[in-house]
């Protein structure tokens, strides 16, 4: 049997190693990219300077083809033919498979902004953008980076070793929308200004600057920031085109079930680019989960995927901010419970649904965090008292 795997990502390469493992014929990983496999969450500590390109590349070619992985290296999957079991790569050459994974993983968005396609703009989501990044920082002064999410936030501090003026400019009124309330945002904001990294939330950008090369940013209200460089972080969405164009069933992303199958036999998807539930989360942990299912039921042994829980951790010098589960009810079903303590730099939240918990936002409280974090994925019982008690 032959198990082609499209995509060199923590997905891929998870679930190549779970199928290699039973030993059940050809393992084939088509990657895009120049470099084996590293984990993306650590790019941020690699441009920080804090971990080298050595440790962050996990482990050399040699190492996968001891293990009958043949991965092949930028080699670019550009259409599926379901119907003749083949994929189709840049140049025109053909792979067959007895049993495809899809795990191309996510491209990053670029708003609709003028000026965008200028020189010095740059988007982060690879080894490869990381090194032109810690190039173009190493002569910069002004960098901004267009995006106050978590992939905003981390590449800030990158930078922040490099550039003597960093500007987050995040279109939404608070930083981390998506994982933060109100007041967590308010405190990470604080935390964030306080290590030199200026910070504009409520910043629409009209334009970007400059002739050929960006000068900075234009925002609707009038502000101009200047700037040598502009990195865009305005979030993800997965890479699901040929998927789509070789009439895979797709929404946001590719639709699996509980299986990671697709619409179409044979073919699984997993990690970034799958939609489960009508969900597609950028997360590791859930693209390993996925990666793990796939590959058993390619190996023929049913596995069932149960949703895991979104978690999300902001790892900064000084500040670990956690978010789980869901942090921003929107009707009165929910109860929260909040403890706040500006002196302290600690904020605690829990969100209970039902007499079991669903939610939380732990800042500088990483036991805590991980307490709460089990809970969720428990769906353990709290009453209100009981959250109280924790938190205080």
Same mark, same amino acid.
Request: charge should be negative.
């Given at each position: 049997?032959?198990?082609?795997?499209?995509?060199?990502?923590?997905?891929?390469?998870?679930?190549?190693?779970?199928?290699?493992?039973?030993?059940?014929?050809?393992?084939?990983?088509?990657?895009?990219?120049?470099?084996?496999?590293?984990?993306?969450?650590?790019?941020?500590?690699?441009?920080?300077? *804090?971990?080298?390109?050595?440790?962050?590349?996990?482990?050399?070619?040699?190492?996968?083809?001891?293990?009958?992985?043949?991965?092949?290296?930028?080699?670019?999957?550009?259409?599926?033919?379901?119907?003749?079991?083949?994929?189709?790569? =840049?140049?025109?050459?053909?792979?067959?498979?007895?049993?495809?994974?899809?795990?191309?993983?996510?491209?990053? %968005?670029?708003?609709?902004?003028?000026?965008? =396609?200028?020189?010095?703009?740059?988007?982060?989501?690879?080894?490869?953008?990381?090194?032109?990044?810690?190039?173009?920082?190493?002569?910069?002064?002004?960098?901004?980076?267009?995006?106050?999410?978590?992939?905003?936030?981390?590449?800030?501090?990158?930078?922040?070793?490099?550039?003597? =003026?960093?500007?987050?400019?995040?279109?939404?009124?608070?930083?981390?929308?998506?994982?933060?309330?109100?007041?967590?945002?308010?405190?990470?904001?604080?935390?964030?200004?306080?290590?030199?990294?200026?910070?504009?939330?409520?910043?629409?950008?009209?334009?970007?600057?400059?002739?050929?090369?960006?000068?900075?940013?234009?925002? &609707?209200?009038?502000?101009?920031?200047?700037? *040598?460089?502009?990195? +865009?972080?305005?979030?993800?969405?997965?890479?699901?085109?040929?998927?789509?164009?070789?009439?895979?069933? &797709?929404?946001?992303?590719? +639709?699996?079930?509980?299986?990671?199958?697709?619409?179409?036999?044979?073919?699984?998807?997993?990690?970034?680019?799958?939609?489960?539930?009508?969900?597609?989360?950028? %997360?590791?942990? %859930?693209?390993?989960?996925?990666?793990?299912?796939?590959?058993?039921?390619?190996?023929?042994?049913?596995?069932?995927?149960?949703? &895991?829980?979104?978690?999300?951790?902001?790892?900064?010098?000084?500040?670990?901010?956690?978010?789980?589960?869901?942090?921003?009810?929107?009707?009165?079903?929910?109860?929260?419970?909040?403890?706040?303590?500006?002196?302290?730099?600690?904020?605690?939240?829990?969100?209970?649904?039902?007499?079991?918990?669903?939610?939380?936002?732990?800042?500088?409280?990483?036991?805590?965090?991980?307490?709460?974090?089990?809970?969720?994925?428990?769906?353990?019982?709290?009453? &209100?008292?009981?959250?109280?008690?924790?938190?205080?």
């Amino acid at each position: 049997m032959r198990s082609v795997i499209v995509g060199g990502g923590v997905a891929g390469i998870s679930a190549a190693m779970d199928v290699a493992r039973r030993g059940l014929g050809e393992v084939i990983v088509l990657s895009d990219e120049a470099y084996p496999y590293y984990y993306r969450p650590q790019l941020t500590e690699f441009l920080a300077g *804090n971990l080298t390109l050595e440790r962050l590349i996990r482990r050399p070619l040699p190492w996968y083809q001891e293990r009958g992985i043949d991965i092949r290296l930028g080699t670019r999957a550009s259409k599926l033919v379901p119907d003749a079991k083949t994929v189709i790569l =840049d140049g025109g050459s053909e792979i067959g498979y007895d049993r495809l994974l899809l795990a191309m993983g996510s491209a990053p %968005i670029v708003p609709p902004v003028k000026g965008a =396609d200028k020189e010095g703009v740059y988007t982060w989501r690879t080894l490869e953008d990381t090194l032109a990044m810690e190039k173009m920082a190493t002569m910069c002064q002004d960098i901004i980076v267009m995006g106050g999410g978590l992939l905003g936030l981390e590449l800030a501090r990158g930078l922040r070793g490099f550039c003597s =003026d960093i500007t987050v400019l995040e279109y939404f009124p608070r930083l981390m929308p998506r994982q933060l309330d109100e007041d967590g945002a308010r405190l990470l904001q604080q935390f964030v200004s306080s290590q030199g990294i200026k910070v504009v939330v409520g910043a629409q950008i009209d334009a970007l600057t400059g002739q050929e090369h960006v000068t900075g940013a234009h925002l &609707v209200d009038g502000r101009e920031f200047g700037a *040598n460089a502009v990195v +865009v972080a305005a979030g993800v969405r997965p890479s699901a085109t040929i998927a789509k164009d070789a009439g895979i069933m &797709v929404d946001r992303g590719i +639709v699996v079930d509980e299986h990671m199958a697709t619409s179409v036999p044979d073919v699984y998807a997993a990690g970034d680019v799958a939609s489960f539930k009508g969900y597609s989360w950028a %997360i590791a942990p %859930i693209a390993q989960a996925q990666a793990r299912v796939a590959a058993a039921n390619i190996a023929g042994e049913p596995l069932t995927y149960d949703a &895991v829980v979104p978690s999300t951790t902001l790892k900064v010098i000084g500040i670990d901010v956690s978010s789980v589960g869901l942090v921003n009810p929107e009707n009165s079903d929910y109860l929260e419970v909040r403890a706040l303590d500006q002196d302290l730099g600690t904020y605690r939240k829990i969100v209970i649904h039902d007499g079991t918990i669903v939610g939380s936002i732990v800042i500088n409280g990483r036991k805590l965090a991980q307490d709460l974090e089990a809970k969720i994925a428990a769906r353990a019982a709290m009453t &209100v008292d009981e959250a109280r008690a924790m938190i205080s």
